[in-house]
């Protein structure tokens, strides 16, 4: 689906207000953590608000305590009314009496906003609630007559929604925070607080910056539910629909290890979290045995070096093709799909012979990390035998072409990865998918090997000169030539992107301070009026307390009148006075408002612009935002 940014998603916050707010709760919390900013919103202002939950929320706690809860949250919120229908937690999805209840309760109620979980949501208790209140609207033609001007706000707990409205909860944020917290039986299973308040943060980013915290809503008006299939529903708050392509390729991934467990459990994760059924072979060269299941593992009693290494496990691998993965580097959950669909869209019977995706190269000390993408190059055989630009866990390629080549040089320990794909590339071309699938890390203490040879040592200057000598033949006359030109012009569109890019930042750096300083003077102008406002207002209330004085005297009965005459005369012309010159005041106080607000207008625009966004963004990046 395609369409406009500002249809994607909200840049300004809406008041989605109703005279009667009902909000469905799956269970005990979903209330304040989905919308609780809205409930506070509406109590302030004095509108009625009913909330229902579905369940007892039993499978988490005791019900008896969690209702309490709830009834302790919402009582921070305002005072609101609630009601428990009770049905056994995680089984609303089977509760026959849920409709008739919800029916009960919408035609007492009337409301004119109705807050309901989305149908995105995972939970089956709030996808149950959402489907049945839909089929009750989309059923019971009384019900909908008698809500018809109702609008429907759809909510998110777990699962994000792409709203078309977003609320701005700033000023009761805290209030629904410390009303989430009120749930103490649940906030000690899992800190949902803080889920809630990086969840509506994140909600604002497209907002005005004095937005701070936002909820989403998807919101319709009633009468839609009638014709729209619950299907429909949920394709447009979010797509959700899984596209197979192709039938995903048999791969199987290589990882070595060797006495380094911690990693090798975060290696093998990485590739579970794909979900992909690829095959896992793990060869422990000479290590203590490494326990998982569902694995295959190939053991080596004594270490026998990373080609054998490598070269037993695509032995021992049953699928077509190969990836590997070194038991320190991870893949990220996208890898494995994406050089698969990539294979599967190429022709597999014509001349590309691997496929290998971009990857970040992490570097870490401790807690310290630092991450920068330098894999990144469009394929180059000649490149390819100077150096290596394709690390070994970004890459996929048959497993026939692995064994007919002979896999690995055992008379490399360093650099065998390289080798082998100067001979890969002798039969074809490669594919590069440049999309960052895979994180090569280099830790320090973690027994890297390139750690332990970095760029520059003489163990690594002498493993390229083996590489180079190996491949001396396939180096022509004009090799080194050829390189040097296409890397020189490479530079030079380099150095020519960073000397416009040094420029344009002088450029935004200028119109930066420029606008701080029309910043500072607008605001300074806004203080300024503001204090004369207020000393004007000072002097109306003192004026007006004239008046009242006035007001009192010419008010007296007939018999004190006639004691107050002299003082009703004395009074007369100050009290004319006193109008004229509070007239005069108000007229004023509206020129310093009508002048503050085109001052704001001009701040608002500042903030607004392009040049004062990226400046906000680099700041925040700074850690001064």
């Known amino acids: 689906m395609i369409m406009p940014e500002a249809e994607a998603i909200p840049f300004e916050p809406q008041d989605l207000r109703g005279q009667r707010l009902l909000v469905l709760s799956p269970h005990p919390d979903d209330e304040v953590i989905g919308c609780g900013g809205l409930v506070a919103l509406h109590l302030r202002d004095g509108r009625p608000v009913h909330v229902v939950v579905a369940t007892d929320g039993a499978q988490a706690g005791d019900g008896a305590q969690r209702e309490a809860e709830s009834r302790a949250a919402l009582a921070l919120l305002g005072d609101a009314t609630i009601e428990f229908l009770r049905f056994p937690d995680r089984e609303l999805a089977s509760a026959r009496e849920l409709e008739g209840r919800l029916a009960a309760i919408l035609a007492a109620w009337k ?56 609320v701005d909860i700033t000023t009761v944020a805290d209030t629904k925070y410390a009303a989430i917290q009120a749930h103490a039986s649940q906030t000690a299973i899992r800190d949902y607080t803080s889920y809630a308040r990086g969840f509506n943060a994140w909600r604002s980013m497209t907002l005005p910056a004095h937005v701070k915290f936002a909820e989403a809503y998807w919101t319709t008006a009633l009468p839609s539910l009638r014709t729209t299939p619950f299907s429909a529903l949920r394709e447009s708050m979010g797509p959700r629909r899984i596209e197979i392509v192709h039938e995903p390729l048999p791969i199987s991934v290589i990882v070595r290890t060797k006495d380094r467990p911690a990693l090798l459990a975060e290696a093998v994760a990485s590739i579970r979290a794909s979900g992909y059924p690829a095959e896992i072979v793990i060869v422990n060269d000479g290590g203590a045995r490494p326990e998982f299941e569902g694995v295959t593992l190939v053991e080596h009693e004594t270490s026998r070096g990373r080609s054998e290494a490598a070269n037993a496990g695509v032995r021992a691998a049953t699928n077509s093709y190969i990836a590997f993965l070194d038991d320190d580097d991870l893949h990220y959950s996208e890898h494995l799909s994406t050089l698969s669909d990539t294979a ?150 380099i150095e020519g992107d960073l000397v416009e890019a040094r420029g344009a930042r002088g450029r935004i750096e200028q119109e930066v301070a420029r606008l701080e300083r029309d910043k500072q003077s607008l605001i300074a102008q806004i203080g300024a009026l503001s204090e004369r406002i207020n000393e004007t207002m000072m002097r109306i209330s003192h004026l007006e307390g004239a008046n009242v004085e006035i007001r009192g005297a010419l008010s007296l009965s007939n018999s004190e009148r006639y004691v107050a005459v002299a003082r009703v005369a004395e009074l007369e012309p100050a009290f004319a006075a006193s109008q004229t010159a509070v007239a005069e005041m108000h007229r004023t106080n509206g020129a310093l408002y009508t002048e503050v607000a085109r001052l704001q207008n001009l701040l608002d625009t500042i903030f607004r612009s392009r040049t004062w966004k990226l400046h906000t963004i680099v700041e925040r990046v700074k850690g001064r935002g």
């Open 111 to 166: 409301p004119d906003l109705i807050a309901v979980p989305s149908p995105l949501e995972i939970h089956p208790d709030h996808i149950a609630l959402s489907r049945a209140f839909c089929n009750l609207i989309a059923r019971d033609p009384v019900l909908f007559a008698d809500l018809g001007v109702a609008r429907v706000a759809f909510y998110e707990v777990s699962a994000p929604l792409r709203p078309n409205a977003l």
């Open 344 to 493: 599967n869209g190429s022709d597999a019977a014509g001349c590309t012979i691997g496929w290998y995706s971009d990857a970040v190269s992490a570097f870490i000390d401790g807690s310290n990390r630092e991450t920068m993408r330098i894999y990144a190059r469009d394929f180059d055989r000649e490149l390819l035998l100077l150096d290596n630009y394709v690390p070994l866990p970004t890459l996929l390629f048959r497993r026939a072409d692995f064994l007919y080549l002979g896999g690995f040089d055992p008379a490399f320990d360093l650099f065998e990865d390289w080798d082998f794909l100067i001979r890969l590339a002798q039969r074809g071309d490669f594919v590069r998918v440049p999309r960052i699938t895979c994180e090569i890390r280099h830790i320090k203490g973690g027994g890297s090997v390139v750690m332990a040879n970095p760029e520059g040592s003489p163990v690594f200057r002498n493993a390229k000169l083996q590489v180079w000598r190996k491949h001396a033949a396939l180096m022509g006359e004009n090799l080194l030539a050829n390189v040097f030109e296409r890397e020189k012009r490479r530079t030079t569109a």
